[in-house]
C-alpha cells in the first residue's frame, strides 16, 4: 500500500513542476495574480473574479477559480490586495489565500516604481479515494486522503507609467513542503518559484483605436520556458479584442505544446468589465480536448488620485 501511494503522489508532484500555480489567459486583466507590486497601482478599489476551464471534455482536467481585490490607500504610496483562489486537477484541489503589499515609489511625473510582497497559505488536499480504477474493491484505495496547509510567499517590482508597464515577479520564495512522508524522494513534494516577467505598451492609433501588446514569460524547474505574445486592440475605449499565441509550454515526441488564443473584453459600465477567452491546442492533445474557456468579471470603483492616469490601459 505504501508503495503504490508513493508511486501516485510522486507522479503528481512531478507534473505539478510544470504547473504547480494555475495560469491564466487573460492575466493582462488580472496582473495581481502573477506580480503583488501590481497592488493599488489602478488607484481605485479594484478586482476581477475568473473562472478557467481547461482542457474542457477530458474527466479530471484542471478547473480554477480566482477572486482578487486590491486598493490604493488614501493621501499614502500604499496599496494592499487580498486573493481567494481555488484549482482542482484529478484527484489534487489546492485553495489558497494571499494578502499583498506594495509601496509605489513616483518617478518623474507619471512613472511609478512598486515593490510587493504577499504571504500566502495553501490547503492542499489529495484524494486517493477519487482516482479511477479497475477493481472498486480495492481496499488500497479506502479513505486514503492527504490534506496540509502550506505557507509562502512572493515578491515582485513593477514599473508603469500611462502607456507601458513591465514587471518582475517570483512566486513560491520559500518553495515550502507538502510534508509528504510516504513519497521515496519528499523534495518533490513541494512548491518551486516560478518567476515571471510581463510587459506591455499601448500605441494610439488614432482616436478610436489603440493597440496594445503584451508578453508574458514564466518559468519553473523541470519545465521550458512558457512565452506568450498577445496583441490586442482597444475600440473606443470599450472594447478589447485581441488574439494570442503560447509556446515551449512542453516539449514531447510530437514537438513543442504550442497554442493560440482568443480574447474579448467588453466595459459594460464605466466600472465594469467583462472578458472571456478561448484557447486551442495546435498539437495533438488539441483532438482530445473542447479547449480552454475562461471568463472574468472586473471592476474599478472610486476615482482615481491623478487624472493624467485615464484611460487606464494596464
Given at each position: ?6 508511486i ?28 503583488p ?41 500604499v ?44 490547503f ?22 492527504y490534506?496540509?496547509?502550506?505557507f ?36 518533490l ?9 510581463t ?10 483605436l ?5 508578453l ?19 475600440i ?13 509550454k ?22 465594469l ?11 495533438r ?26 484611460p487606464?490601459?494596464?
Amino acid at each position: 500500500m505504501k508503495i503504490l501511494i508513493a508511486i501516485i503522489l510522486s507522479l503528481l508532484s512531478l507534473l505539478s513542476f510544470a504547473q504547480q500555480d494555475a495560469g491564466f489567459s487573460m492575466y493582462f486583466f488580472n496582473p495581481v495574480y502573477i506580480n503583488p507590486g501590481y497592488a493599488g497601482s489602478r488607484e481605485t478599489f479594484s478586482g476581477s473574479v475568473v473562472h478557467r476551464s481547461q482542457w474542457t471534455g477530458m474527466p479530471g482536467a484542471p478547473v480554477t477559480q480566482s477572486l482578487s481585490v486590491h486598493s490604493a490607500i488614501p493621501n499614502s504610496n500604499v496599496g494592499l490586495g487580498f486573493q481567494f483562489y481555488n484549482d482542482i486537477t484529478g484527484p489534487m484541489k489546492n485553495t489558497g489565500i494571499k494578502l499583498t503589499y506594495a509601496y509605489h515609489i513616483p518617478i518623474g511625473e507619471d512613472a511609478k516604481l512598486a515593490f510587493g510582497l504577499s504571504g500566502m497559505t495553501n490547503f492542499i488536499r489529495i484524494g486517493l479515494d477519487e482516482i479511477n480504477v479497475e477493481d472498486e474493491n480495492d481496499p488500497v484505495f479506502y479513505g486514503d486522503t492527504y490534506s496540509k496547509w502550506v505557507f509562502d510567499a512572493s515578491t515582485g517590482v513593477y514599473f508603469y507609467n500611462p502607456s507601458f508597464y513591465a514587471g518582475f515577479s517570483v512566486n513560491h520564495l520559500l518553495q515550502s513542503k507538502f510534508g509528504i512522508e510516504n513519497v521515496t524522494d519528499p523534495n518533490l513534494a513541494r512548491f518551486y518559484r516560478q518567476f515571471y516577467f510581463t510587459s506591455g505598451i499601448v500605441f494610439h492609433l488614432n482616436e478610436e483605436l489603440d493597440f496594445r501588446p503584451s508578453l508574458l514569460m514564466k518559468y519553473v524547474k523541470s519545465a521550458p520556458l512558457v512565452t506568450e505574445i498577445t496583441g490586442s486592440l482597444l475600440i473606443f475605449q470599450k472594447v478589447f479584442v485581441g488574439a494570442g499565441f503560447r509556446t515551449n509550454k512542453r516539449v514531447d515526441m510530437d514537438g513543442t505544446d504550442n497554442m493560440v488564443i482568443a480574447i474579448l473584453e467588453l466595459k459594460i459600465t464605466h466600472f465594469l468589465r467583462l472578458g472571456y477567452s478561448y484557447d486551442y491546442y495546435l498539437n495533438r492533445n488539441g483532438k482530445y480536448n473542447n479547449g480552454t474557456h475562461e471568463i472574468m468579471l472586473g471592476w474599478d470603483i472610486g476615482k482615481t488620485q491623478s487624472k493624467k492616469l485615464y484611460p487606464r490601459y494596464f
